[in-house]
C-alpha cells in the first residue's frame, strides 16, 4: 500500500480539463500560435499540439529484383559480420584479430544473402518493391487547460492569422 503523496503526480501528456484553443492545417502554425503565447507570457506548460486525422503515407522508393534484394542481404550481413568480429576480437586474446574479424565478415555475409534471398522468395512476387512509410496529422489541434482558456483566446486574437475561421 502506497503512502499519498503530498505533490499530485503530473501526467506530461495530459492536461487535466483540456479545452480546444484552436485547430490547424499544418504544424507550423500550430506552433506558431503556442510560440506567441510562450512570447506574451502565457503559461505554456498548460498547452498542448495534438495531430489529429492520422493517415499513413507509403513512399515507394524502387522496384525489388532478386539481384537488388540479393546486394542487400550481402551488404546487411557484412556489417553484422563485422560487428559480431569487432566484438570476438574484443575478447579474443589468442588468435588474429584481423582472421576473426574477416572471417565473421564472410560468414555474415553468406548469412545475410541466403536468408534475403529466402525471404524475397517467400513473397512470390506479391511485393516486388520497397518502401518507406509513416504517419502524419493532417489536423493540429492546440489544447488548453480550461481556467486559462481565455486568457489564451484574448491573446491569440492579437495575432493575425492566429485563430483559424471555425465558418471556412
Same mark, same amino acid.
Given at each position: 500500500?502506497?503512502?499519498?503523496?503530498?505533490?499530485?503526480?503530473?501526467?506530461p501528456?495530459? /492536461?487535466?480539463?483540456?479545452?480546444?484553443?484552436?485547430?490547424?492545417?499544418?504544424?507550423?502554425?500550430a506552433?506558431?500560435?503556442?510560440?506567441?503565447?510562450?512570447d506574451?507570457?502565457?503559461?505554456?506548460?498548460q498547452?498542448?499540439?495534438?495531430?489529429?486525422? /492520422?493517415?499513413?503515407?507509403?513512399?515507394?522508393?524502387?522496384?525489388?529484383?532478386?539481384?537488388?534484394?540479393a546486394?542487400g542481404?550481402?551488404?546487411?550481413g557484412?556489417?553484422?559480420?563485422?560487428?559480431?568480429?569487432?566484438?570476438?576480437a574484443?575478447?579474443?586474446?589468442?588468435?588474429?584479430?584481423?582472421?576473426?574479424?574477416?572471417?565473421?565478415?564472410?560468414?555474415?555475409?553468406?548469412?545475410?544473402?541466403?536468408?534475403?534471398?529466402?525471404?524475397?522468395?517467400?513473397?512470390?512476387?506479391h511485393?516486388?518493391?520497397?518502401?518507406?512509410?509513416?504517419?502524419?496529422?493532417?489536423?493540429?489541434?492546440?489544447?488548453?487547460?480550461?481556467?486559462?482558456?481565455?486568457?489564451?483566446?484574448?491573446?491569440?486574437?492579437?495575432?493575425?492569422?492566429?485563430m483559424?475561421?471555425?465558418?471556412?
Open positions: 500500500m502506497s503512502m499519498p503523496s503530498a505533490f499530485p503526480r503530473q501526467q501528456m495530459k /492536461l487535466q480539463f483540456p479545452q480546444s484553443l484552436a485547430v490547424y492545417d499544418d504544424y507550423e502554425a506552433q506558431r500560435a503556442v510560440d506567441f503565447l510562450s506574451n507570457k502565457f503559461p505554456v506548460e498547452c498542448m499540439i495534438v495531430g489529429t486525422d /492520422l493517415k499513413r503515407i507509403e513512399r515507394i522508393t524502387g522496384r525489388l529484383t532478386t539481384g537488388r534484394v546486394v542481404g550481402l551488404l546487411s557484412v556489417w553484422l559480420g563485422l560487428f559480431v568480429g569487432l566484438i570476438f574484443l575478447f579474443d586474446t589468442g588468435t588474429s584479430a584481423v582472421a576473426v574479424v574477416l572471417s565473421t565478415m564472410l560468414f555474415g555475409a553468406l548469412f545475410g544473402l541466403i536468408w534475403a534471398l529466402a525471404g524475397y522468395a517467400a513473397t512470390r512476387g511485393r516486388d518493391f520497397s518502401s518507406v512509410t509513416s504517419v502524419v496529422a493532417t489536423k493540429y489541434e492546440v489544447l488548453v487547460e480550461h481556467k486559462v482558456a481565455q486568457q489564451a483566446r484574448d491573446l491569440l486574437a492579437q495575432l493575425p492569422g492566429a483559424p475561421n471555425p465558418f471556412a
